[in-house]
């Protein structure tokens, strides 16, 4: 409080002096700016979003729901990225901002392999305007963190991330909270948040040291600032949040005066805006296969109203840009025979991008019964990875690089035990996180993947009520039983605890890795075939449900 206190005592100018070095505090001060920024003028601003790149250098294969079917195509890749932001700014060279809202260092085998440090020369090299820390920016800790983003050029912005003093005392912010920008007579003000359950969501090591608090804590003083003292004709919330909580967000009535949230984390396409009762929401897919624009129509100074649209960056219409693409090829360089290591192949598409069940866990799940003696084995419901299509010899080819972008994060296995009683306490709670009535409370992830265990559900029902029929090993759920458990260990969870069951029993790591168990069974039965089995099944949805976002005029594709 005491740091917000002094931020709103002396504007901007004190504020942005406190949080960064002198030379974006005069990046930030209209002084600075050339005077064509500041006079009023007409025409249009645009602003270009991407998020969520998660490290994909190369243009890939990406999934679409197009006549109610799975149908895949090539996008992506930062040279391309580069041209058509290039080609994007060339159209309104003068009042263009780009900006990347997060997971900007984690997702690939060139990021783990450098600390993320190679996509601190590429980044800066896409010449940003601003950007936004996301979830996964902590993976290499707090201090890494802060180095990779101190290394971009461009301002950071978060109004909810603190050094932690110690006793859950918060000190002073880690980044400015907010940035503004002038063109053509216009005083845009960005605004950001990212997610504050990042120490519950993923490792809690990796965030510590931080502390994180909801956008609601500060959220209408920030605005009030933004709209009063600073008079900003325009404001943005740039959101590291998940589509459901920014949408709980633009209903929020301290959101008033917003007239944008730039959304991120959940990797949704947004194609046209979701109305929220106070401000609009868009959110740009993932791994670089779409720039956000926003384009604000402009009369002498006067914002008149904007329009969006998402655009696809297909490899075709935006070759890769020369220079970029002798970048990537210099940073991956010696890691480049490594990466694309053939391990094993398999005989259909692997993809993450359906909420209940999808290849690439189908297959994590069948290696993880084969390797360990558990009754049931878990794999977390995370989003990040492209899909990957088979060649022109029928198979796909999982590489050591493609191993690291399905999973980045090489943990150890463990086992446990729990009571059937914990087990349906916690696929409750799992459901909650996913398919919560309230927006407010899902977590940024898909439902859990499992094998050795069948569900039978209801994503629509009340809280707490949602199970309808559990097996285990072709027997319905004893409740009384206690049933061995394998998961990856998450570092810096207590002992007790396992993919956030809590109170679990005899917990032991094992001595596989998830790489070395994934090698170990691609190398005795590749080529795989991970079909969906259906051992989550949902009753009141679709099977091939591709958002978890309800009640709003929005559809993936």
Request: proline share 5%; aromatic share 10%; charged share 25%.
């Amino acid at each position: 409080m005491n740091s917000r206190r002094k931020f709103l005592q002396g504007g901007i100018l004190t504020s942005v002096a406190a949080f960064t070095p002198a030379g974006i505090q005069a990046k930030a001060s209209a002084g600075n700016m050339p005077a064509a920024k500041l006079i009023a003028g007409s025409g249009q601003i645009t602003i270009l979003q991407t998020t969520d790149v998660h490290c994909q250098l190369h243009a890939h294969d990406e999934l679409f729901w197009e006549n109610n079917e799975l149908t895949f195509r090539k996008a992506g890749g930062y040279p391309h990225m580069a041209t058509a932001l290039k080609k994007l700014k060339e159209k309104n060279p003068e009042n263009t901002i780009t900006l990347d809202t997060g997971d900007m260092f984690q997702g690939s085998m060139l990021s783990v392999k450098t600390t993320g440090q190679a996509f601190v020369p590429l980044l800066n090299a896409m010449d940003y305007d601003l950007y936004l820390p996301g979830n996964w920016e902590v993976v290499y800790y707090k201090k890494n963190m802060q180095k990779l983003l101190g290394g971009l050029l461009a301002p950071k912005i978060c109004a909810n991330m603190y050094h932690d003093l110690g006793d859950g005392k918060k000190g002073e912010l880690i980044f400015q909270p907010y940035q503004i920008m002038h063109r053509m007579g216009v005083k845009i003000g960005f605004l950001g948040y990212t997610d504050p359950l990042v120490p519950l969501r993923q490792s809690p090591m990796y965030s510590k040291g931080i502390v994180y608090t909801k956008p609601e804590d500060n959220l209408k003083e920030y605005v009030t600032l933004l709209r009063e003292q600073e008079q900003c004709d325009f404001v943005i919330i740039l959101s590291h949040l998940g589509l459901s909580q920014q949408i709980a967000l633009g209903n929020n009535p301290d959101c008033q005066g917003v007239d944008y949230i730039f959304g991120a984390d959940t990797h949704e396409r947004i194609r046209k805006p979701i109305q929220a009762e106070y401000t609009k929401i868009v959110e740009p897919g993932a791994f670089g296969s779409f720039v956000g624009k926003l384009d604000i129509q402009v009369k002498d100074g006067k914002v008149l109203g904007s329009t969006y649209e998402l655009i696809e960056v297909d490899p075709i219409k935006y070759p890769a840009d020369p220079a970029i693409k002798t970048l990537v090829q210099d940073l991956e360089k010696p890691y480049k025979e490594e990466i694309n290591k053939v391990l094993g192949y398999s005989t259909v598409p692997l993809y993450r991008n359906f909420v209940v069940e999808n290849t690439i866990d189908t297959m994590i799940v069948d290696a993880l019964k084969w390797k360990v003696n558990a009754d049931v084995v878990l794999s977390n419901g995370f989003r990040f990875c492209p899909p990957r299509v088979p060649g022109k010899d029928g198979k796909v080819a999982i590489t050591e690089g493609y191993l690291y972008d399905m999973l980045p994060v090489d943990s150890t296995i463990r086992t446990a035990k729990a009571s059937g009683q914990q087990i349906l306490d916690w696929l409750e709670k799992e459901m909650q996180n996913v398919f919560a009535q309230d927006a407010s409370k899902r977590f940024g992830g898909w439902l859990i993947r499992f094998k050795g265990m069948q569900v039978e559900f209801k994503a629509f029902d009340r809280v707490g009520e949602r199970v309808k029929k559990v097996t285990i090993a072709g027997a319905a759920l004893d409740k009384n039983r206690m049933y061995t458990l394998c998961a990856c260990e998450r570092d810096g969870d207590p002992e007790d605890m396992l993919c956030r069951m809590k109170g679990v029993k005899e917990p032991t790591n094992t001595a596989y890795t998830l790489h070395s168990m994934m090698k170990e069974y691609l190398t005795k039965f590749s080529p795989v075939t991970p079909v969906l089995r259906h051992d989550a099944k949902i009753l009141d949805g679709p099977q091939d449900l591709l958002s978890q976002v309800t009640g709003v005029d929005y559809t993936f594709r």
